[in-house]
């Protein structure tokens, strides 16, 4: 499209809307939670800071790009102000790892990517807790403080340590404790962190060697994915099939085989 905005423009701009975004996620953690609702289940909270957060994204991203689409979590989708046919989406969550942020962890992040004609093209992912920041642009490479990110050099499935997650509805979570009883004889061990997005980054950097999860959303996958991507991991779901709800793996070219093959006996894309 004539005129479309560069990958690096939108990255800076995704940065600097981040930025400000955790910084207010993490002064709201600071003068206590509030439980505003609950989503899927009674255990799937929101609290009043994803919103506050999302509210600021939108208007932030409004000022600086009027005219884009953005997709969140907590609001759904929408113009940020006069529709100027414009073909960039942002995708944004406000808080990943919502529990963690309940539970004062310091495990969340603020998600956003910027997507143009249906292709994530930048993304950041930043914790809110400790400042730790990954980004992505297409084509261009992942990093985190200037280190350019190219995951786990781990070629042996049973040394890998793998990251994933549960659902929150309890026969989802049913099903993936039996994958996962299948598994982790097959693998160094498992952990859950409990925010997807910052599981797709420290996959993408080499801190777990691989990740899976069944039920993400696009806002969960958007950013963490492109950068697990860019730095050089395949992302993808089972038997060729795109990453996305069913089932999400990141891993390293020579992880992701052993891995896919272990998740499709199991039946991980399977299940409510």
């Not at 989708?77 to 962890?105: K, M, S």
Request: charged share 25%; hydrophobic share 45%.
């Amino acid at each position: 499209m004539p005129g479309a905005p560069s990958p690096d423009e939108l990255l800076d701009t995704a940065v600097e809307v981040a930025r400000r975004a955790a910084d207010t996620a993490r002064r709201m953690r600071a003068t206590g939670v509030d439980t505003v609702a609950t989503k899927s289940t009674v255990t799937d909270v929101v609290t009043a800071a994803d919103r506050a957060v999302e509210r600021e994204v939108v208007e932030m991203i409004g000022r600086m790009r009027p005219g884009d689409r953005v997709l969140g979590e907590e609001f759904g989708a929408g113009n940020t102000g006069d529709d100027t046919g414009g073909a960039v989406r942002w995708i944004v969550d406000p808080i990943d790892g919502t529990v963690n942020y309940l539970y004062g962890l310091p495990h969340y992040a603020v998600s956003l990517a910027a997507e143009v004609d249906g292709v994530v093209v930048a993304g950041v992912v930043r914790n809110g807790a400790t400042g730790d920041e990954w980004t992505a642009r297409l084509g261009g490479g992942a990093y985190r403080a200037g280190r350019r990110l190219a995951g786990s050099p781990e070629t042996d499935l049973g040394q890998a340590l793998v990251a994933t997650g549960f659902g929150y509805d309890p026969a989802r979570r049913r099903h993936q404790a039996g994958v996962l009883a299948g598994l982790i004889a097959d693998v160094r061990d498992v952990r859950r962190l409990g925010a997807a997005a910052i599981d797709l980054c420290l996959a993408a950097e080499g801190a777990v060697d691989a990740y899976f999860e069944k039920g993400l959303n696009p806002w969960d996958l958007a950013a963490g994915g492109l950068i697990a991507r860019e730095a050089g991991l395949l992302v993808a779901g089972l038997h060729g099939a795109p990453p996305g709800h069913d089932l999400v793996i990141a891993a390293p070219p020579a992880l992701f085989g052993p891995l896919h093959d272990r998740l499709a006996h199991h039946d991980a894309a399977g299940g409510p």
